[in-house]
Each structure stands twice: as C-alpha cells, then as structure tokens.
C-alpha cells in the first residue's frame, strides 16, 4: 500500500512568464483555488496522508503561508527545495530519506484531474505491490506528449516522447505510482541532451523488467495540464462551470479531510477563520451546517 506522496512543484514556468517570474505557477489561482490544491487533493483523495512538496529555492515561504505542515487538514506535509530543475526523476533522489525504502506516489505540481469515481480509482493505485504503473488520458494531438501503447491487459508496450508519426492516442499524465525501487533507479539514470534526467527513461527501466502497467481515465473524466497560458485558463474556466452547475467545489482541502474523519468541524471553523470572507469559507460553512 503506498502511503507517501510527492507533489513536484519546482520548475521554472517559463511558458507563463511574466507572471511566474514572482510568483510560483502553483500558486496561481484555478478559479478560487491557487493550483497547488488541486494536486494535492488527488493524494489525499487517494488517502495519502504523508506528502512531500518539492518546490524552487527561495519558495518555501510563500507555500508555508498557504499550507503549513498540513495538521490542520490531518495531514502531515514537509517541504524540499529543488536549486534548478534537474527533470522529475530528480525529485526521488531530492526525496530519498522522505521515501525511506517505502513505495511512494508522485504527481506534477500543475496537474488537473477530474473524473466520476476518481477516489476509488486512485485508491486501487496506491495497492501497487511492485513496479510501477502510470495513469493515461486520450488526447486529440498526442504529437504534444509522451505517449505509451497498450496491450488489452494494460500492460505497456512501448513509451515514446512526442512522436512525429501516429504511434498511440494515450498520453503519459503527470500522476505516477512506484515501487520502492524508484530512487536506486533515478540515482542511476543519465541526462537527455537538454541536460535533464527524463521521466520516460525511468519508466522504460520498469518496462524492461515486465514491471510497468497502465490505468485509463475514461470517458467523462479530464486530465489538463496547466503548463501554458491558454490551458491555465481552459482549466479554470472548467472548475468555474462544473463549480457553478454542481454545487459543489473540486479540490476543497477540508471536505475531504472531512468526509474521511481526518478532522472535525472544530477544525473546519478554524479554517474558515483564516481564510476569512470569501466563497470557499462560506463554502466550508455549509459543509457544517
């Protein structure tokens, strides 16, 4: 059972300068959250309480002044700093001792999942024994991603970055569930020719050991990534229509911390005190009243 989480958060977002240039693209808001909450609550819907949020140096204090240690949501959040972006294998080598030999989650900082029986699908990941298994999305222009072909098993075939030709519609999401074997593996990897250690490399090792499997969002369900402007904006507008229509709020910290008896309505009221007169807080107030 995989019980620790990372949210990889550092990068330098240069595709959304010149706002990224002060402040971390995970802290700008997707409607009336700041992105981070997003990711987050994928772990903890997934019921990962121990994460760890990997962000750039000089950093740390504007997330701590959003999300301290995660006790108040009945969690427990560390931070790490990453000096430059080395690629995401990296954050398993920066993660070492958090890791501690145990099988471990990750999940890219600026990335969106919705879909109708999410928890239960993330909960089934997180029993992963051995190896590794990815989380993938059709998409309409898979020239724009990583992508892997799949057998009826789910069992991956081949994995290739951006391919030019058609090769397979279903594109690599940032979400990604490892053995604890991961960090030797990362440790051992060399950089591509952008100087960077490559998220692909790390899961064709798996691959060549018979050891990398697949889980789809289907139909109905949305993976986005937030990496540009436009998609930034396609992803907020999303939040705001499902949000509006539904009633309901995607990616509120406390109801889910609620509704799995992480905390009380004690600490929802605390929470509303901080976040002072807004609609998230009057949000929180109908969840207890």
């Given at each position: 059972m995989i019980k620790k989480g990372i949210i990889l958060a550092g990068g330098r977002g240069t595709r959304m300068?010149?706002?990224?240039?002060?402040?971390?693209?995970?802290?700008?808001?997707?409607?009336?959250?700041?992105?981070?909450?997003?990711?987050?609550?994928?772990?903890?819907?997934?019921?990962?309480?121990?994460?760890?949020?990997?962000?750039?140096?000089?950093?740390?204090?504007?997330y701590k002044k959003i999300l301290p240690n995660g006790k108040k949501l009945g969690i427990k959040i560390s931070y790490l700093e990453q000096d430059k972006p080395r690629g995401l294998p990296d954050a398993f080598v920066i993660g070492e001792k958090f890791i501690d030999k145990k099988n471990v989650a990750m999940i890219l900082g600026d990335n969106f999942f919705y879909a109708q029986n999410l928890s239960s699908k993330l909960i089934e990941n997180t029993k992963l024994k051995k190896g590794a298994k990815i989380v993938l999305y059709k998409v309409p222009k898979p020239e724009l991603y990583g992508v892997a072909k799949i057998n009826k098993k789910n069992k991956i075939l081949s994995i290739k970055e951006k391919p030019k030709k058609y090769f397979s519609d279903l594109a690599i999401t940032g979400l990604y569930f490892f053995d604890n074997k991961v960090v030797n593996f990362a440790k051992k990897l060399k950089p591509s020719?952008?100087?960077?250690?490559?998220?692909?490399?790390?899961?064709?090792?798996?691959?060549?050991?018979?050891?990398?499997?697949?889980?789809?969002?289907?139909?109905?369900?949305?993976w986005l990534d937030t990496g540009s402007i436009e998609d930034f904006y396609k992803t907020s507008a999303f939040v705001s229509a499902i949000e509006n229509r539904q009633g309901f709020k995607i990616a509120c910290l406390e109801e889910i911390s609620l509704n799995k008896k992480w905390i009380n309505k004690k600490q929802v009221l605390e929470a509303i005190k901080f976040y002072g007169k807004c609609d998230y807080s009057n949000y929180l107030k109908k969840l207890i009243t």
């Open positions: 300068s010149p706002l990224t240039k002060a402040v971390n693209k995970q802290l700008l808001p997707i409607y009336d959250k700041p992105l981070i909450f997003y990711p987050l609550s994928i772990l903890m819907l997934a019921n990962i309480k121990d994460i760890l949020i990997i962000v750039n140096k000089g950093q740390l204090n504007q020719k952008r100087g960077e250690v490559e998220i692909v490399d790390l899961l064709n090792i798996y691959k060549s050991k018979n050891q990398l499997k697949a889980d789809i969002i289907g139909r109905g369900g949305a």
